[in-house]
């Protein structure tokens, strides 16, 4: 099971953010790359992609507050 966090480089001023989006459903099949999710970090968006191919299974749901380091999603190998 690979983990899908929010990377923690993208906190400067701020200690929290918000999940805008998701790209796909719980159970999609993703590929490395894939554009899973997208953060709202101080007005600006940052995309979170899937580090691995496998299964997404989401641990947040959208306008849930995340910080750095936060699981968002896992992705389970086939």
């Given at each position: 099971m690979i983990e899908v966090?929010?990377?923690?480089?993208?906190?400067?001023?701020?200690?929290?953010?918000?999940?805008?989006?998701?790209?796909?459903?719980?159970?999609?099949?993703?590929?490395?790359?894939?554009?899973v999710a997208d953060i709202m970090v101080a007005k600006a968006v940052f995309e979170i992609e899937a580090p691995a191919a496998g299964i997404l299974r989401r641990c947040v749901q959208v306008d849930d507050v995340v910080k750095g380091g936060d699981l968002v999603a896992t992705i389970v190998a086939e």
């Open positions: 966090k929010i990377p923690e480089d993208l906190w400067t001023d701020t200690t929290e953010g918000a999940l805008t989006n998701w790209y796909f459903e719980s159970g999609d099949r993703v590929a490395p790359g894939d554009l």
